[in-house]
């Protein structure tokens, strides 16, 4: 099992790393995680949820990903409440007090159940952990870190970041304060995200092993061109960070929408070098881009609101008044609209809230308590000179959108159905599908057209996929440049026969 001193410190990475380091080895490997809190989700091959993390584990694990990886999600929706996944389907929205004090039975035996399934099918189980294992006021119904390590009797190692500073503190801290039982599982500490020359750390290593009398398994670098899509918000600066000033860019505004949901579908901008994306949070800020993109969001209700509030609902209808490129996606779709009415109390829960749309399409959008998840495929229906062209992704929504005019254009056929909606010429695009940039030449077509407008030369298309498909492999030699995977296989063993004894 994989733990962290802290959130963000590069569990999910780590994790993945070894599903793909076992899997090259020949071990059937999957990965684990009994509660995941993350607005990004992944669809499994039988339509269910799951969060994102996990799926692109079990892709490095190079194998289908299930509800099993991943039985409990948690979607904040806002400060006190999160939708809860269930072994893949929704189930109720929870305050946090509301989820600690009727789900923590439930979570138990379907985590139990769970790893007994994994275990049937799988060789090998790499489990990640959640934050840190010593929230003091959660640990008597946590669900995901010691507990869990107990439940599946398996040793623990400990990551720590240390590009944040305090790498020390952060480690004997956590140490201390695991319970004895809990503490005599780590077998081993990994330090990540080192940067510069890794013999400055010869002596801070010794002084680890020396107070903690445990290993530090390895160093691992700051691996920031690893193209491994990130688990929650909390990576977001890796996208915000895409801002360029040398060199003449498209300036691309993202909303920075309240509890924005798979904002992966920004990552392919990434591998886009005269592309920067800028988030924007006031209509201050909004400035004169090129291309505006509203990302999806786990509270459309809500996230209308704080447009309104922020003065980022005048800002964009204004620019698309002028002429503005926009492209809403899920939540943002929803947003584009004239009228979003919650039915069923799904989105803000108050049955019947309605609320005015930015109003820049003839949408109406309606809250069920029926949620699609699914994997989708189809063919674009526009731009022309990519009709047909064959594109997949994966829908996850709550809420049900209609045309109001029927003049109005869909974008693409998935699944045998119209879906999304191209206006103006291309000008602006609203889509429930989640990936609609992986699309390597869409993408390169819709950022020409922004490059010819801006003066820019056209560029030849970037194969993202074909990165991606090498970034789990590129992440496995990082990792195994500095960390001695056999050695880690030795303890494990080691550990299990001094628990059979």
């Not at 996990?54 to 939708?83: C, H, S, W, Y």
């Not at 952060?170 to 780590?186: I, K, W």
């Not at 993109?293 to 459309?300: D, E």
């Amino acid at each position: 099992m994989i733990q962290g001193t802290a959130s963000d410190v590069g569990k999910s990475v780590i994790c993945t790393a070894l599903c793909r380091i076992l899997a090259r080895k020949g071990i059937r490997v999957t990965p684990f995680k009994s509660q995941n809190m993350s607005n990004n989700s992944y669809v499994t091959i039988n339509n269910e949820e799951i969060g994102r993390a996990q799926g692109i584990q079990a892709e490095a694990a190079k194998v289908e990903a299930t509800v099993f990886m991943n039985p409990i999600l948690l979607k904040p929706t806002n400060d006190r409440q999160a939708e809860v996944v269930h072994l893949g389907k929704r189930v109720q929205t929870l305050s946090g007090k509301g989820y600690r004090d009727t789900f923590y039975e439930t979570g138990i035996k379907t985590i139990h159940s769970s790893l007994q399934k994994l275990e049937q099918e799988y060789e090998f189980i790499v489990i990640e952990g959640a934050g840190s294992p010593v929230e003091m006021n959660l640990n008597d119904r946590e669900l995901v870190n010691m507990k869990v390590a107990e439940m599946a009797n398996v040793p623990v190692i400990l990551v720590a970041d240390i590009d944040r500073g305090g790498v020390f503190a952060s480690l004997v801290g956590t140490m201390q304060l695991l319970e004895p039982h809990d503490r005599s599982r780590v077998i081993g500490v990994v330090i990540n995200k080192f940067r510069g020359d890794p013999s400055l750390f010869e002596r801070g290593i010794e002084w680890i092993e020396e107070y903690l009398n445990v290993p530090v398994l390895a160093v691992l670098p700051y691996m920031n061109d690893i193209r491994i899509e990130a688990e929650d918000s909390l990576a977001l600066a890796h996208y915000k960070n895409k801002e360029k000033n040398d060199q003449p860019s498209l300036d691309i505004a993202v909303i920075d929408l309240p509890y924005v949901s798979n904002h992966t579908d920004l990552e392919p901008f990434l591998v886009e070098e005269d592309v920067s994306l800028r988030f924007v949070s006031i209509g201050e800020k909004f400035g004169k881009p090129d291309a505006v993109i509203l990302p999806g969001t786990k509270s459309t209700i809500d996230a209308l609101t704080w447009m309104n509030d922020t003065n980022l609902t005048y800002e964009v209808q204004r620019y698309i008044e002028d002429g503005g490129t926009i492209v809403g996606i899920c939540g943002g779709y929803q947003l584009l609209g004239e009228t979003i009415i919650d039915e069923a109390g799904s989105d803000t829960g108050v049955k019947g809230k309605k609320s005015k749309g930015l109003g820049l399409l003839a949408l109406e959008t309606k809250f069920k308590d029926l949620k699609t998840t699914v994997r989708s495929s189809g063919n674009l229906l526009y731009p022309s000179n990519l009709h047909n062209s064959a594109i997949k992704g994966y829908e996850i929504h709550l809420g049900q959108t209609r045309l109001l005019d029927n003049t109005i254009t869909s974008f693409m056929k998935l699944n045998g159905r119209d879906e999304g909606v191209y206006a103006q010429e291309g000008h602006i695009i609203g889509t429930y599908l989640h990936h609609l940039f992986f699309h390597d030449e869409w993408r390169n077509r819709w950022l020409n057209r922004l490059r010819v407008k801006r003066g820019l030369a056209s560029k030849p298309t970037l194969s993202y996929m074909s990165k991606q498909e090498n970034a789990y492999d590129e992440l496995a030699d990082a990792v195994i440049k500095k960390w001695d995977c056999d050695q880690l296989l030795e303890l494990i063993d080691k550990w299990e026969r001094q628990k059979d004894d």
